[in-house]
């Protein structure tokens, strides 16, 4: 990926990345043995084609309750990465998938690794990697009535919450996998990692897990309240009735999504709204368990917790509808799923705090939920707050 050119773009990576969650034993020493990708023009269930291409390549998720080694030792594979877009969590939930993706990504992709023992760094250094003007999906002023969209829904009873995602994009020269690499690293970022495929990469610091599959336990921890990361800050989202429903609303959402999948009356609240930080951010987060229900499949799975809750709102299907209405530019790798399949675990971060590359540009995404009690000028605040983290990875400051 050295080079602003498609035929370039797909060139052999100048350095060694990893993908979000992988296992440290493996880290640095993943050599590609399959890939399988979808688009919507593909047609069928991306679900069912994800956990039928696992099971061909030795990681047979069709039991989550009862992992087995067994084929992974016969393939020789360690794990893979799975990403799914915005788009295709929406279609998974029976949504609309919203706006065109501005990138072009696939929808899903799954890669299957196995290690190596050779050394895969490439020598020489990267081309210097520049980045042009960010050009908005939307002014301030565009966000801000989105928001007065939203809570006159909410007052109409429509909804109860919203989230609304804005978009932004730069022409870029060089090789971006750097940026995007430290992207990855930024401080909380307990999903940070870059994905790359033929013309494409995605690079991720997300703090947030959509779905953690170990031991028989089913585990999710939505984030949602947002404030700078001071003693004020973190006094302020304690002390706020409106990020406190906001929150409790998403963990009620996301305890119900769980509830579809686990054994009867072992969803369980165990942490909740516990402040956490990010960058610059204080965030409130919760821990939600449950119970692997029996004969639960990887793809029943990621229908049931598809797209997150606190990317969408409440109700889920009704917060869709809403998001393709106003969001102009599609949400493209944000607000979806990446992270690692293993053979006896599986751990997918939400994408949010999330860059996109494609031959063209360099693509970043940020919102926030409103409910009734939003400020609209407020929420264009903590869009900004949210992305400038990202940016400033990207561009090495």
Not at 27 to 41: D, I, M, S
Not at 189 to 207: F, K
Request: net charge negative.
């Amino acid at each position: 990926m050295s080079m602003n050119r498609p035929d370039v773009v797909e060139a052999l990576p100048r350095m060694v990345v990893d993908p979000p969650a992988v296992p440290a034993a493996c880290r640095g020493r993943l050599v590609e043995r399959a890939r399988w990708q979808w688009r919507p023009a593909d047609g069928g269930d991306p679900a069912a084609y994800a956990e039928q291409f696992l099971a061909e390549h030795g990681l047979d998720l069709r039991d989550l309750a009862r992992p087995t080694h067994r084929h992974q030792h016969r393939h020789g594979v360690c794990g893979a990465a799975l990403y799914l877009s915005a788009a295709a969590a929406a279609l998974l939930a029976g949504g609309p998938p919203g706006a065109p993706n501005p990138a072009d990504l696939p929808e899903v992709a799954v890669v299957v690794y196995a290690h190596t023992e050779a050394d895969t760094t490439h020598p020489g250094p990267p081309p210097p990697w520049w980045h042009g003007t960010w050009t908005e999906s939307w002014s301030p002023h565009q966000h801000a009535d989105a928001v007065t969209a939203i809570r006159r829904a909410i007052g109409h009873g429509e909804v109860y919450q919203v989230n609304l995602v804005g978009h932004a994009s730069a022409p870029y020269t060089g090789d971006p996998l750097p940026a995007l690499t430290r992207l990855g690293r930024l401080p909380g970022a307990r999903y940070g990692g870059v994905l790359t495929g033929p013309g494409w990469a995605i690079g991720c610091a997300s703090p947030e897990t959509l779905i953690e599959v170990r031991g028989g336990t089913l585990t999710t921890r939505p984030i949602k309240g947002t404030r700078p990361a001071t003693t004020a800050g973190r006094a302020d989202l304690l002390a706020s009735a409106k990020e406190r429903a906001e929150h409790i609303m998403i963990v009620d959402l996301e305890r119900n999504d769980l509830a579809r999948v686990a054994r009867t009356g072992s969803v369980r609240v165990d942490d909740l709204f516990a402040v956490r930080r990010w960058c610059d951010l204080w965030q409130a987060e919760s821990t939600i368990h449950a119970d692997v229900a029996d004969g639960l499949g990887l793809a029943d799975l990621l229908r049931a917790v598809c797209p997150g809750g606190s990317v969408t709102g409440a109700p889920k299907l009704a917060a869709l509808d809403h998001i393709a209405a106003l969001e102009p530019v599609g949400r493209g790798a944000s607000m979806g799923a990446l992270g690692w399949v293993g053979p006896d675990h599986i751990d997918l971060g939400l994408t949010i705090r999330t860059a996109a590359v494609d031959g063209n540009a360099v693509h970043v995404w940020a919102g926030g939920g409103i409910t009734w009690d939003s400020d609209p000028a407020a929420e264009v605040a903590e869009a900004a707050a949210k992305t400038t983290p990202v940016r400033a990875a990207l561009t090495g400051r």
